[in-house]
């Protein structure tokens, strides 16, 4: 009996050790923050998963009205400017959604906070105010000023 717990002793002061300190793997985010910036990034997933929702039902809409009125040219070519406007904001959203569904994904994969690109840890600063970056701040200026 006494063999047993002298085996477990130093098993136990190993387990401590082992902890990741500073993993080159996971970024060092402090667990409730990485929790905040979850949350954040799922209600911002359901926001816009109900205005791509909205725009859908109103983009529609517009279509009948322009149909009703085709002979009002001038109406016509307002009708079209709205429905562009509309496109725009409805592919905005759509491509924010797909950042934020990537972002939720890196989190699960636990690779969140990692830049795509140099795959250092991203500031946490700016992940709190931009919690979908893929990138860090030099690789995102790096990849703006491609386009
Ligand atoms: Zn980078």
């Given at each position: 009996m006494s063999d047993m717990t002298a085996d477990l002793t130093p098993a136990l002061e190993s387990t401590d050790d082992a902890?990741?300190?500073?993993?080159?793997?996971?970024?060092?985010?402090p667990p409730p923050v990485l929790d905040a910036l979850r949350k954040q990034l799922l209600n911002r997933a359901a926001a816009l998963r109900l205005e791509l929702a909205g725009a859908q039902g109103q983009a529609a809409l517009g279509r009948d009205e322009e149909m009703d009125r085709v002979g009002d040219r001038k109406d016509a070519a307002a009708e079209a400017v709205r429905l562009t406007v509309a496109d725009a904001e409805m592919q905005r959203d759509l491509d924010e959604w797909h950042e934020v569904e990537a972002a939720l994904q890196r989190l699960r994969d636990h690779r969140?906070?990692?830049?795509?690109?140099?795959e250092t840890a991203i500031a946490l600063q700016r992940l709190q105010s931009?919690?979908?970056?893929?990138?860090?701040t030099a690789c995102q200026q790096q990849a703006e000023a491609r386009h």
């Open positions: 902890l990741p300190s500073g993993s080159a793997e996971a970024p060092a985010i969140y906070g990692l830049c795509a690109d140099c931009q919690p979908a970056a893929s990138r860090c």
